[in-house]
């Protein structure tokens, strides 16, 4: 009897071993093969068991061979085979599922990076819980699909979505337009599908959206930027805002494919009130490996990107008619629908109202208000606080956004600079910080930038009509001098501005990205190229990211010596004790200077207060704080969880 269960067991897990790895078969599917009519290379002589035929398509590119399988199927494993003596035209192939026989929810379930022998058949292993119809191979760019041969295994199954193969560690953004149109416009969107796997493929969300081309020096590049529009507004990944429209960057002279989300995290240290979000992804469009991009916000209002009030076409008279506004100081504006030039001949776009829903009000409202600001900053008493640049500038977020285009050498920070004026606000406020593709050392015009004479902005950097000027002017006021000795201490000394712990930030991206990269340079092989303005190759992805950490060190060091460190600031900061929770109470410790302690729970509601000399306690219930510790003119929040 015992005998008997063992042997059925054997056998049942034996069979299950093997269902796992059945060949599945089905109806041959293709896109039009390439001598359509003649019954020649068709999609059938992928599934003959023939090496020496095979299917090629009609047109070059976006195109495909497949099973429909009749139900859905888990894929356990593929197996292909080149056309012979085309073996390489696999190379970069994709296997996409999908439950549509469009193919437009597909996503990928495998990329080729190596070119398979022909003459045998490869195989590779697919990890996914979710089973499909439609299963199919497409060919990379320009190849006509050519395969020989072309097999699936698994098992019917609907399956779930709990697990979906990522092809490099990264989240992977499959789009899908209608009939694989091409995305060629940056006027006009396109129909399609996307679909974004993430948390290590745990997470799937699909949606309908519109895409379209972006960006202006980089649309001209061959690894194409992209604007998305989703049907609904969407919060993608763990990024802070719902919106409807993100942006994939594309980094093609970026080749760290990190230059952009470095520079948001710099941005962070800063204090900068909104980084933009963003996270390096690899893109597939209709099946095609596009590359490693950047899935990012798209500079908007709205909370959890500019957050200030949005315009509605009646708030045309004041306070209402005060804001907010976005606008960009942009030597692109002329470009755009909505955009003007200052009195002193600065161009700029207006962002926020949109193009169609701005009212006449409150463009010339804006387009004075900036005229104003440009005065100020221009008129005999600038320096004055009431009624120079200051009444009408929020000096910090320009210094910051300033220094952010120093440190991280951006060649670029006054070819486009944002700036917001939120409602009653008097001021306009500077960033968000953005475009940082020629940054780090990314640009032969000016490397190397620590040997320039002066601040990159006022020596080589591109400008915008009068913008040198505008910030020259700014930076002459010795109040602004003090300001900026003051920011950039306190990144310093506080906020994690160091060479360590950004090459720590380099070293953490460069580890998450590298078999991305690897994929990257396999469709975009420009290591040993100079594109865009690249000073140096290095030939390699970790050379590359090497050039950046040089940079970084370097950097900081002449900054040191250019802006100066304001010793009586570190003194301050430097007398901040220490904050730690015991059972029940919160300790205090190395308060060299007296400091004035006030500690909140989560609610935002006083708690305590107290002045604490060098060292003491506070009996508290256990429970999440906020103290906050003001010593001098310094002021530092901590969260407390006290046990
Ligand atoms: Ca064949």
Known sequence: MKRTLHLFLFIFVFYSGLAAQNLLGGTPISSTPHNYGSGLNVASHAFDGDYSTFFASYERTYTWVGLDLGSPHIITKVAFSPRIAHEYR?????????????????????????????????????????????VRYVGPNDARCNIAELKFFGYASVGDDSHYPLVADLPVVSIHTADATDVTSKEYYLEGFVSFISDGGSQIFTSVTEIKGRGNYSWGLPKKPYKLKLEKSTQLLDFPAKAKKW????????????????????????????????????????GEYKGCYQLCDQIDVRPGRVDVVEMKKKDIALPQLSGGYLIEIDAYAD??????????????????????????????????????????????????????????????????????????????????????????????????????????????????????????????????NNMRNFVKRILSDDNAQNDLERIWTRARYHDGVTA?????????????????????????????????????????????????????????????????LNA??????????????????????????????????MLGRLVATRLVNSIDQIKMHSGLYIVKMQTGSITYTQKVLVP
């Not at 942006?247 to 240290?269: C, P, Q, V, W």
């Not at 010339?364 to 120079?388: D, M, R």
């Not at 960033?431 to 002066?454: H, Q, V």
């Not at 460069?510 to 991305?516: G, R, V, Y």
Request: some cysteine; charged content about 25%.
């Open 90 to 134: 696999l190379l970069l192939g994709v296997i996409e599922g999908s439950n549509r026989s469009d193919f437009l929810d597909a996503v990928p379930l495998h990329i080729i990076d190596v070119a398979p022998r022909a003459n045998t058949m490869t195989e590779a292993t697919i990890d996914c819980s979710k089973g499909f119809r439609y």
């Open 568 to 601: 009586d600031g570190i003194e301050q900061m430097d007398s901040k004790g220490s904050v730690y929770a015991a059972y029940g109470e919160i300790h205090f410790e190395n308060f060299s200077t007296p400091s004035d302690i006030h500690i909140y729970d």
């Open 335 to 464: 470009r755009g629908n909505s955009w003007f030039t200052s009195s002193r001949g600065m161009p700029v776009t207006i962002k926020s109202p949109d193009d169609d829903d701005i009212k006449y009000e409150q463009s010339s409202y804006i387009k004075n208000y900036f005229n104003q600001l440009e005065a100020a900053v221009f008129s005999y008493q600038y320096t004055n606080p009431s009624t120079g640049y200051r009444s009408l500038l929020d000096i910090d977020s320009f210094l910051k956004h300033f220094i952010i285009g120093e440190l991280t050498g951006n060649t670029d920070t006054y070819w486009s600079v944002y700036m917001y004026k939120d409602r009653e606000s008097d001021k306009f406020f500077t960033g968000p910080a953005w475009d940082f593709d020629l940054a780090f050392e990314n640009d032969n015009r000016t490397f190397p930038i620590n040997n320039l004479s002066d601040y990159i902005c006022l020596t080589k950097g591109s400008a915008v």
């Open 500 to 564: 360590d712990e950004l090459l720590e930030v380099v070293e953490d991206y460069s580890a998450k990205i590298t078999n991305s990269a690897h994929l990257n340079f396999l469709r975009w092989p420009i290591l040993n190229q100079y594109v865009h303005q690249n000073p140096r190759i290095a030939g390699s992805y970790a050379g590359e990211v090497d050039f950046v950490k040089e940079y970084i060190r370097q950097r900081i060091d002449w900054l040191d010596n250019k802006i100066g």
């Open 247 to 286: 942006t994939l960057i594309n980094n093609y002279g970026d080749k760290t494919l990190m230059r952009n989300l470095l520079a948001f995290e710099i941005s962070k240290r800063f204090g900068m009130a909104y980084t933009p979000a963003g996270k390096p992804v690899d893109v597939f469009l209709n």
